[in-house]
């Protein structure tokens, strides 16, 4: 299905372009925190397909045209990368990976998935009728489940920890946090937010974090030539010690030191709002002057 703006003449030429062979796959079902990767058939490929994944729910049709909604990620099919090169190769088939590993495929969410349903969908750029960006659909979109296993759910609830190794600091003294995360996964983090903040954390911003894995905010992705660096880690521990201070904080609310009063620390799983998974230690930080 075409998106409702596309011209008649465009119309006509991508019905042409356009076959039954062209589809796009997917596992079903994929684990939190795993690759998700998608094949994808076009006859008469361009260098502007690519594959997208939306947010889906049971009534949500797997043909209508997903392109005036958020998208959360995305690949291009011509070379698996998020901006095309100077000298792209259009391709008739293959597969494209999500897995947070630079180039970035991260749109409006970052890696990892986050647990819930959506749809894959093999799109193309265009324009419509005023010259504004539009996106055809090639052919229906295919569902996918992020799950989270209540097993894992129950391990992080029950087994996982997190503590600042001292619950009092002086103002800009560095300071560590140990956490045991029981299942490690990529860009997981370790938060600090004011209590009151704390409460209802979908609408503020912490202030103050770093990467469990990287022990800063900077990730551990290699910057190219032809393509922009993401700030993701990849790398994954399950437990250890992370340390704040002024070589490895900011991209927060609050750049170092945190001022002067009482904080709240958490272990968060997820990379994305809500961050609803999460391990909170039992005693607050405190800084003092």
Not at 182 to 190: A, L, Q, R, Y
Request: proline letters at 6%.
């Amino acid at each position: 299905m075409l998106n409702a703006k596309t011209t008649l003449p465009l119309l006509l030429v991508n019905l042409l372009a356009v076959t039954a062979d062209t589809s796009v796959n997917v596992k079903s079902q994929i684990a939190f925190g795993k690759p998700v990767v998608a094949s994808f058939v076009v006859d008469n490929p361009t260098t502007k397909d690519w594959i997208g994944i939306y947010r889906s729910s049971t009534k949500d049709s797997l043909s209508t045209n997903p392109f005036d909604r958020d998208e959360m990620f995305f690949v291009y099919t011509c070379n698996g990368r998020q901006e095309i090169p100077l000298d792209p190769t259009a391709m008739t088939n293959g597969t494209v990976r999500f897995n947070g590993v630079d180039p970035s495929e991260e749109y409006y969410n970052q890696w990892p998935i986050s647990p819930r349903k959506y749809k894959v969908c093999l799109m193309r750029e265009s324009t419509d009728e005023n010259g504004d960006e539009a996106g055809e659909l090639l052919a229906d979109c295919v569902p996918l489940k992020i799950k989270l296993a209540r097993k894992k759910r129950n391990r992080i609830k029950n087994k996982a920890q997190v503590y600042a190794l001292k619950t009092e600091v002086k103002f800009d003294e560095p300071f560590q946090v140990y956490f045991n995360q029981k299942f490690p996964v990529p860009n997981s983090s370790i938060m600090i937010y004011r209590p009151g903040d704390a409460l209802d954390i979908a609408g503020v911003n912490e202030a103050m974090w770093v990467y469990t894995g990287c022990d800063n905010v900077l990730g551990d992705q290699v910057s190219h030539p032809a393509y922009s660096k993401s700030n993701d880690c990849r790398k994954k521990r399950r437990k250890g010690t992370v340390n704040f201070n002024a070589t490895n904080t900011g991209r927060a609310d609050i750049d170092w030191p945190l001022p002067v009063g009482e904080y709240v620390v958490r272990l968060e799983y997820y990379n994305n709002r809500p961050q609803a998974l999460y391990k909170q230690a039992k005693i607050n930080l405190k800084v003092v002057a």
